[in-house]
């Protein structure tokens, strides 16, 4: 899906073709620019194997989440209300951003299927790529705007 590599893309402007597995969890830093705050994000990439107790507690403390799938494999755009409901059963609802990751390959999965799963969800969908940058610092602009709403 390329969680890892939206994070580095995000966090350290970096992009890698190697393919990164990520186990149990890394922790990111990235500060963001939201005009009257600056918001400092603690970014958790967690794996993204079939939920397990370890999820629960990486989920803990949450403010918010990227719901990623991958543009190029239906497969992963079916599991995302599996996620979301797994997230939402320790935390609470709290704000998303699905992410829609691959733009720069052939896509697979269309801009409808997206909005409809996003509109289920109540959410909107950001449209990104790792690799060339695209929508990236957008999606997490998007969930840090979205988490400083519910604050309020």
Known sequence: MGK????????????SDEYIKTFGTKVSKKVIDLGEVELTLMIW????QKASTLH???????????????????ETVRSLERWRDDLFQVIGEKPLVLVANKSDLERVVKEDVLAEVAGSFGVDFTITSAKSGDGVDE??????RKIMEESD
């Open 4 to 15: 890892t590599s939206l994070v580095r893309r995000c966090v350290l402007d970096m992009f």
């Open 45 to 48: 990439d967690v794996l993204g």
């Open 56 to 74: 629960e507690a990486y989920y803990k403390g949450a403010y918010g989440a990227l719901l990623v799938c991958d543009l190029t494999r239906e």
């Open 139 to 144: 999606a997490f602009l998007e969930l840090g």
